[in-house]
């Protein structure tokens, strides 16, 4: 009687793992696949990507990218090597299997759209969270639209596209985006302020002081937070110390929230509140 056969178990085939993708522009170029930089070395492919990409699911005409690339006065080769490097583009999308499911270059009238998935764009997500933490703060939920405001600002690794600065549309967006951060980082501040963080502020205001002297913003706010922790006495003498310096470097007098600042002190105005405003 011979032996039955062994009979091996079926295992089931490894789930796919969902690949972690980001594009990030805040700050240089980082293009990275499950927390792995994916380097894209030539300059006018990353001008290229950096273009279509702050303008998201837009379509941008050759002449605008030509401009982009070569400024005023391109060579005759500009859109045959334009056409290249789209090519080139495409191919990089492919290798590192972004194509498909997280972008996709689409030729379209008069030039090129580049489809993202905008949960991968540091960009929007700044955006959503920028929006969504304004909207807490409306509701008078302070302790949630603070920490919307700290997800957003943790977002960004350096000044705006810092390494691809050259153009005029990427100049205009990065300075757009480093002034909403810093817009959305006084907001945070005020929130926190609300939510009685005084004394926590004081060393971060001072830090950002430090990298930014005559901020009037962070100044006024320095001063509200010393004198809601009980030193009064510092506020003032901080106000005429930095009064002399717009004085003496600028030539001017302090602005209206530094001097409302200074009056609340000087009034003992413990329920004060500043209030960033969106850059123009």
């Not at 380097?39 to 001008?47: A, E, T, V």
């Amino acid at each position: 009687m011979t032996a039955p056969a062994l009979v091996r178990p079926i295992t089931a085939p490894e789930p796919i793992r969902p690949r972690r993708v980001a594009l990030r522009l805040l700050g240089p170029l980082e293009i990275s696949v499950d927390s792995v930089e994916v380097p894209l070395p030539q300059r006018k492919l990353r001008q290229l990507l950096a273009t279509l990409l702050v303008r998201p699911n837009a379509i941008a005409s050759t002449e605008v990218l030509i401009r982009e690339l070569w400024g005023d006065r391109p060579p005759a080769t500009a859109l045959a090597a334009l056409r290249v490097y789209v090519s080139q583009l495409r191919k990089f999308f492919v290798r590192h299997g972004l194509d498909g499911r997280w972008c996709t270059l689409r030729t379209r009238a008069p030039g090129y759209q580049l489809q993202v998935n905008d949960g991968i764009l540091d960009m929007v997500c700044f955006d959503r969270l920028r929006v969504l933490a304004a909207e807490s703060a409306g509701a008078g939920r302070y302790e949630l639209a603070s920490r919307q405001y700290r997800e957003a600002l943790a977002l960004r690794r350096g000044p705006t596209l810092e390494d691809l600065r050259e153009s005029p549309a990427l100049a205009g967006a990065a300075l757009q985006y480093d002034e909403a951060w810093m817009t959305a980082l006084t907001r945070r501040i005020d929130l926190d302020l609300l939510l009685g963080r005084h004394a926590e502020l004081v060393g971060e205001l001072r830090r950002l002081l430090a990298e930014d002297p005559l901020n009037e913003a962070y100044c006024a706010r320095l001063m509200v937070a010393l004198h809601r922790g009980g030193r009064s006495g510092a506020a003032l003498v901080f106000y005429r110390r930095i009064r002399e310096q717009l004085i003496e470097e600028l030539g001017i007098e302090p602005g209206l929230e530094l001097r409302l600042a200074h009056q609340a002190v000087l009034a003992d105005d413990a329920d004060f509140q500043l209030e960033a405003r969106d850059s123009a």
